[in-house]
């Protein structure tokens, strides 16, 4: 482990899919609490393999992951709820369930903690208002844009108040002004100290972000850019 004690920390982590398809391959990587990192790389590159090592949705096939200094490998499988309230997630296809309101969609994650009425009552409006849809609370996904659900997603992972934001292609299915929307939203949440990381093929989003940006290439970190843009080869 390195001397400062990181949020997360990957060494020598590798991760292998039946029969032998290698996916991740000797990832060394720190990531400070408090940083926006952004992964880049092609299609199959390891991008969603190495966010779902994370969260404890797939497991490394060798090497060790810390939380807080944690061995993820050492946590029960039947405490894995509680610790996946230290990271949010969002998707590229918002996960949203169609016959709850914004605000529902909301609640269930709290509903699911065992939250009372009240604290919902009072929890969910205040992170609606946070990601820009106050007045929209009791839409539907489907009278909601595509920006707008992806909001309510973001809302969802960060009403937990987690120390990480995932985000898997937040942008994927979004027009630029949306993405732009959403971007600066994520910024802004970073800025009050959550760390934030996230996998995107946006090379334009990533060179606005400006912040540090891995690239994945065939499994392995090909680049490690503390700021600014990046060079796909």
Do not use: C, W
Not at 111 to 133: A, C
Not at 150 to 161: G, I, P
Not at 192 to 201: D, I, R
Request: no cysteine.
């Amino acid at each position: 482990m390195p001397d400062i004690q990181p949020i997360i920390y990957f060494e020598n982590v590798a991760k292998t899919f039946p029969p032998d398809h290698a996916v991740l391959e000797d990832i060394n990587l720190t990531i400070q609490a408090g940083e926006f990192l952004s992964i880049v790389g092609a299609s199959g590159a390891g991008k969603s393999t190495l966010l779902k090592l994370i969260y404890a949705e797939e497991e490394p096939t060798a090497g060790e992951i810390y939380f807080n200094g944690r061995p993820l490998s050492r946590i029960n499988r039947k405490h894995l709820p509680f610790f996946r309230r230290n990271i949010g997630t969002v998707f590229q296809d918002f996960k949203l369930l169609p016959e709850r309101t914004a605000f529902e969609n909301v609640a269930y994650a709290l509903e699911v903690d065992g939250k009372s009425t009240e604290e919902i009552n009072q929890e969910v409006p205040e992170i609606l208002e946070i990601v820009g849809l106050g007045g929209k609370t009791r839409k539907f996904p489907r009278q909601l844009s595509g920006g707008e659900q992806q909001r309510v997603s973001l809302a969802r992972a960060l009403v937990h108040r987690p120390k990480v934001i995932i985000a898997d292609e937040p942008t994927g299915n979004l027009d630029p002004v949306s993405s732009s929307d959403l971007i600066q939203l994520l910024l802004e949440i970073n800025s009050f100290g959550t760390t934030v990381l996230m996998a995107t093929h946006n090379k334009n989003i990533v060179d606005k972000i400006g912040r540090r940006v891995i690239v994945l290439n065939n499994g392995r970190i090909a680049h490690d850019h503390n700021k600014g843009k990046y060079v796909l080869n």
